[in-house]
């Protein structure tokens, strides 16, 4: 159990999902610091979480390969577009077509 009360996970996803119309929770950082008192759940899990189990689409999970694309096509930082409001669209694409060695575009 977790200091939250939480007992895995899945129950806070549950949670969160539940009280989605709360004001707060439509607040990600709310629910990205909630996930990350799970052991076990760092940034990415947390950000895939409310990526494709909340829908919030402007969440960009960062692993090795988005990384990659960071180094390869954007000099190392972060781009613009990792921050916009579908960033998780723009991510899933990047993420696409670098790993089929398509590279990816600015």
Same mark, same amino acid.
């Given at each position: 159990?977790? !200091?939250?009360? $939480?007992?895995?996970?899945?129950?806070?996803? /549950? @949670?969160?999902?539940?009280?989605?119309?709360?004001? !707060?929770?439509?607040?990600?950082?709310?629910? #990205?610091? !909630?996930?990350? %008192?799970? @052991?076990?759940?760092?940034?990415?899990?947390?950000?895939?979480?409310?990526?494709?189990?909340?829908?919030?689409?402007?969440?960009?999970?960062?692993? @090795?390969? /988005?990384?990659?694309?960071?180094?390869?096509? #954007?000099?190392?930082? /972060?781009?613009?577009?990792?921050?916009?409001?579908?960033?998780? #669209? $723009? %991510? %899933?694409?990047?993420?696409?077509? !670098?790993?089929?060695?398509?590279?990816?575009?600015?």
């Amino acid at each position: 159990k977790t !200091e939250n009360g $939480y007992d895995g996970g899945s129950s806070l996803v /549950m @949670t969160l999902n539940s009280e989605k119309k709360n004001a !707060e929770v439509n607040d990600i950082s709310v629910a #990205y610091k !909630e996930l990350l %008192q799970i @052991t076990g759940i760092g940034p990415k899990v947390a950000n895939c979480i409310l990526l494709f189990g909340m829908h919030h689409m402007n969440c960009c999970p960062v692993d @090795t390969w /988005m990384k990659k694309v960071f180094d390869n096509h #954007y000099e190392g930082k /972060m781009p613009a577009w990792a921050e916009d409001k579908n960033a998780g #669209y $723009y %991510q %899933q694409v990047t993420f696409y077509y !670098e790993r089929n060695g398509s590279g990816g575009n600015k």
